[in-house]
């Protein structure tokens, strides 16, 4: 694969947009500042407080793009020991995300210090910190030690089902169609096309209506397939039944929306069809040509770890020793929005790098070192 095909600067766009709106969203949603916003701008702090997550669906879907794009471009497993690469990939997510809880437990403690306010987390005990580290908090009731952190667990549990799937599809096709000499490889994609698209449209029509399941992958993976198949469907080698099951995939999927309208679905639909689109036409990697974005989806990562900790002192900081005042309370929320951009900045550099490059070292040798979360700088020329 060419360097080129190797810069995708339309999904580092994507990281980028979204992450902001990912800030917006808890900077909207968490503090007081927002409090005094909402009285000159409610209809934008209300939307951003109460919409601004549905960005989270533009992760879930580049993910699973991402995802496929690494492990089965042509929908057959081509990875190496799925035990390493799910290591790699834990290892991947949690060591950098592990330092980020650090900042923010002592973010926490010295925003208590300055206010009092639900938004701020109390003091962690020692098996809270382990649950967050094994990305079992959520499932295991444990309250968050900072916003959004259910997210990389939910993106773990999502790799590793996909993994699943994928795995499962190859063992299939090795016993239905067994590789022979002059035979096609296209028949053997249709295993893991039915799996995953099967367990996609499960998620769509079962498991995404009831909120119960959404600390498990099955609540989100109806988005994940979305990106898997986003991509399969301008890289899979020719085949009719290959064509029939992602175009019936993707009729049942639309009449699930149909049935019961979410619009955090039909966005993850949305973005899907402009990766495949943009992806067959090739604008994928040429569009858009821009340092800003690129840079900003290359630091999304740092920023989702960072901005709810600065989040959380910047708005301490400003009702302990700011006025209260509109303009203010509102100038320190677009403080805590550059802080965290920075502050993001300055992680990605300092410690999501670094310890990347440990983890890789550490990881399986078998574990594709293009695998990386979708928020982190991924599939760039050179990697």
Partial sequence: MSALRNRMPLIDAF?????QFIVLHHLAFYGPMSDWTHTVLPGLVGWL??????????????????AVRSLAPKGVFAGGNPWGLLRHRYLTIV???????LVAIACAWLARQWMTHHSVPDAPEPLQF?????????????????AGVWYVA????????????LWLGRRWADRALPTTAGAP??????????????VGLASLWFFNLDADYDNWAVYFFGAYAAGAVAYWVGNLPAGKLQTGLIVLGTGLALA?????????IALALGVAAVLAITQAKGWLYTWPQSRVLGYLGKISYGVFLMNFP????????????????????????????????AAGAAFHHAVEVPLRRWSSGRAHAGASPRLRLPFATVLRAGK
């Fill in 49 to 66: 407080s109460q919409d601004g997550r549905l960005a989270v669906q533009v992760f879930l879907v580049v993910s699973g793009y991402l």
């Fill in 185 to 198: 490889a296209a028949p053997r994609a249709w295993p893991t096309l039915l799996l995953v698209l099967g």
């Fill in 15 to 19: 990281k980028a947009v979204a992450s």
């Fill in 256 to 264: 699930a929306l149909a049935l019961d309208f979410r619009t955090r």
């Fill in 310 to 341: 600065v989040g959380l002192v910047v708005n301490a900081a400003v009702s302990r020793f700011g006025l209260a005042d509109v303009y203010f309370q509102t100038a320190g929320v677009l403080l805590a929005w550059v802080g965290s951009v």
């Fill in 95 to 101: 060591v950098p995300y592990a330092v980020a809880l």
């Fill in 154 to 165: 939910i993106d773990f549990q999502l790799f590793a089902l996909m993994l699943s799937l």
């Fill in 130 to 146: 382990l649950t967050h580290a094994l990305l079992l908090h959520s499932v295991l009731g444990f309250d968050s030690l900072s």
